[in-house]
């Protein structure tokens, strides 16, 4: 039996399989897309700057900054037990070395929401975002950087102590390498490189770097210091919260051999390898993952004719989820928290039908043996989604953007349903 865009419909053929006891169900956000005015911030400048590859401004986003406390309510309307979000650097540290206690106890008591209403933090010290002075010193390209980014990180950690369930210290730091290798239109790199050129001669700086936009050059440099960003920001948040898991979170795409391996094994080595070695001494790793893709001796194969197309371009492939999650493993070794996986499409029929199915790959392959504690679903919310704007839709709830007002779609009972049973 299949449903909209030829997914298997909800309980078709799944089975109602268990989940562990203790399984954290979740949603997922980021501050700049869904907090909004962020106006310290790197991304905020050039979002705002002429020439830009952003499509547009974030502007307000979901007002999340004001409403988190009924974001939060949202999530324990839907019968989950847990809510990732992002601290916004750019608040806390808007200049270097001053730090605004104000906006510590902002998300401190965002965190004390969340255990208020039986909710797990998950909190991302980065996601993407970093200060305009951060970028304007050369960003993740600065020997400086790690040592900043661990102080900013024990601030913080120090201020929330016990109360945070898990942290992780970078969103995607691989980012910038699948994107260079799985490619935009090279009008985009073009454009990239013109805008952060301006942005450098507007702040009188040599180099400008941004937390999610940098040139392709520079990215052997970036991957250099990002591994002993993420290695002093762990060793930091540790030292302030000893008992606290930490972690950091990637892009895994579930790349597939057509005969030879040689393309898709030379992208692992490129995309991810660096980075699944380097977390081995992490307490767990979490898994983001959207597609998949296949590879030949040449190249990129095509998806199949008939395979249904998210928002984005892509095929729709709800097993990409547990091959994503077994190939991480294999490499890292650590336990998983699925931290985004998701859906870009106007159509939540399709969302509807996507979900059973991955989590069905999901739990397939924890009966393998495969340590998965827990799914944050991207996003709580239809939010900015950076070079991209606010046309893709990845939300449970649609947000009407001069209102602000937070509309469940279907798919958000559907999850619902799934995280009450604990099970499929």
């Not at 547009?56 to 007002?63: I, L, S, T």
């Not at 037990?81 to 070395?97: A, C, D, M, T, V």
Request: proline share 6%; with cysteine.
């Amino acid at each position: 039996m299949l449903a909209a865009g030829g997914l298997p419909a909800v309980g078709a053929t799944q089975s109602r399989s268990q989940f562990p006891k203790g399984f954290l169900w979740g949603a997922a956000t980021s501050g700049h897309q869904t907090e909004g005015n962020d106006t310290a911030s790197d991304t905020w400048f050039l979002e705002n700057l002429k020439p830009t590859v952003f499509a547009e401004p974030v502007g307000d986003a979901c007002n999340s900054f004001d409403l988190w406390a009924q974001d939060l309510d949202l999530v324990r309307g839907l019968g989950l037990n847990s809510y990732r979000f992002s601290l916004e650097w750019s608040r806390i540290e808007p200049e270097q070395g001053q730090f605004s206690v104000a906006m510590l106890d902002h998300y401190a008591r965002m965190i004390d929401g969340c255990r208020e209403r039986g909710l797990t933090p998950l909190v991302t010290f980065n996601h993407f975002t970093c200060p305009r002075w951060f970028a304007a010193a050369g960003g993740w390209l600065n020997t400086q950087a790690p040592q900043q980014f661990a102080r900013y990180c024990a601030r913080a950690a120090g201020h929330f102590g016990k109360r945070i369930g898990y942290a992780t210290t970078l969103n995607e730091p691989n980012l910038m390498r699948l994107l260079q290798w799985f490619g935009l239109p090279p009008q985009v790199f073009e454009l990239q490189r013109a805008m952060l050129a301006a942005a450098a001669k507007a702040l009188g700086t040599p180099q400008f770097t941004a937390g999610n936009v940098i040139n392709a050059d520079d990215l052997d440099q970036q991957l250099a210091v990002l591994l002993a960003a993420h290695k002093a920001g762990r060793e930091a948040i540790k030292s302030a919260v000893p008992e606290l898991p930490v972690g950091v979170s990637l892009a895994l795409i579930d790349d597939q051999a057509v005969g030879s391996t040689v393309k898709r094994d030379a992208r692992r080595a490129y995309c991810y390898e660096p980075w699944l070695e380097a977390v081995r001494n992490d307490d767990f790793l979490g898994v983001q993952n959207y597609e998949r893709a296949q590879w030949n001796e040449t190249g990129a194969v095509p998806p199949p004719k008939e395979a249904p197309i998210n928002g984005m371009g892509s095929e729709i492939y709800p097993p990409s989820l547990g091959n994503a999650v077994r190939y991480a493993h294999s490499v890292a070794r650590r336990p998983i928290i699925v931290t985004e996986h998701g859906l870009s499409t106007p159509d939540d029929a399709l969302r509807v039908a996507f979900l059973a199915p991955s989590l069905a790959g999901l739990k397939a392959a924890m009966d393998e043996g495969i340590p998965v504690k827990g799914y944050m679903h991207w996003s709580l919310l239809d939010n900015f989604e950076w070079i991209f704007g606010y046309r893709p839709r990845l939300g449970l709830f649609a947000v009407d953007r001069q209102t602000f007002k937070r509309t469940a779609k279907p798919s958000a009972a559907v999850y619902g349903a799934i995280a009450r049973r604990n099970g499929l």
